[in-house]
């Protein structure tokens, strides 16, 4: 579905060319790999729960959003598994929205948002429930009380028998557990790096060395970037977060080492 830009956000300067941006996405992809278990599978178990619940919805189009969506992983894969769908991605990086509308055109719609201050999803001009939110490595940044406010503001949105889908990287409530499932996930991981050249610092560097992108870099030094609070929530933790939230069935759907793909559904 082409559903354009969001009302009132970009006015960044563009990136230089699409080619350029399109250049940064893909290298953007493959770092990714460096610190995503399964990164390809987890974003497909997602995109099956979404397609799953969606289906036979109504006659109006699904609206999906990506919370943390980055240049936009996940929404560009959910647009082109669900293309009559509306995929709304959301996150506080000017510099990597700006890459995602480059790149993928009018598939997807991007809103500059920081997730869990007060009227976030105001900002995102939303005139209809949601039918799912999905997140990927993006909510374990959000400290304990932010984090039971956008559960409970999401709860609020999304339309009954709509999904929130998180895959993240979850403590087990067991120490011993836990330590087990991050060396598993490690050990994954560590498989899966042959087919990542570069990491997370040296993707910057380079973005920060390209003179194409030197506006967007002016325009996201002068924002203030947020604190990382984080959490130390278990999965349990997070369970009985959504329950109290508003979600009236919730569990995981797919799991290795301690990544997770956990579903909440209205």
């Known amino acids: 579905m082409n559903v354009g830009s969001a009302s009132g956000v970009g006015g960044l300067g563009g990136v230089g060319t699409v080619a350029a941006a399109s250049r940064w996405v893909e290298r953007w992809e493959r770092q990714q790999q460096r610190y995503a278990i399964d990164r390809e599978e987890r974003f497909t178990v997602i995109s099956d729960v979404v397609e799953r619940v969606t289906a036979g919805g109504g006659p109006a189009a699904p609206l999906l959003l990506d919370l943390g969506c980055g240049p936009g992983s996940l929404a560009g894969r959910l647009a082109a598994r669900m293309p009559a769908a509306e995929v709304v991605g959301v996150d ?19 809103a500059e948002a920081r997730i869990g201050e007060p009227g976030w999803l105001d900002a995102l001009l939303l005139e209809r429930p949601v039918d799912a939110a999905v997140s990927t490595t993006a909510l374990h940044y959000l400290g304990e009380a932010t984090l039971r406010r956008t559960y409970r503001e999401l709860a609020e949105r999304i339309r009954p028998g709509g999904v929130l889908v998180n895959g993240d990287h979850l403590d087990r409530d067991s120490p011993k557990v836990h330590e087990l499932a991050v060396d598993i996930g490690r050990r994954r991981a560590e498989r899966q790096q042959a087919l990542a050249h570069e990491d997370w610092e040296s993707w910057w560097s380079g973005v920060r060395a390209d003179p194409e992108l030197t506006p967007l870099l002016a325009a996201r030094d002068r924002r203030t970037h947020p604190h990382c609070e984080g959490n130390k929530l278990t999965l349990t933790d997070h369970l009985a977060l959504l329950r109290e939230s508003g979600f009236e069935h919730v569990g995981t759907v797919w799991q290795f080492g301690n990544s997770h793909v956990v579903v909440a559904v209205r």
């Open 92 to 110: 506080a990086d000017p510099l990597l929205l700006e890459l995602g509308r480059a790149h993928h055109g009018t598939a997807l719609r991007f």
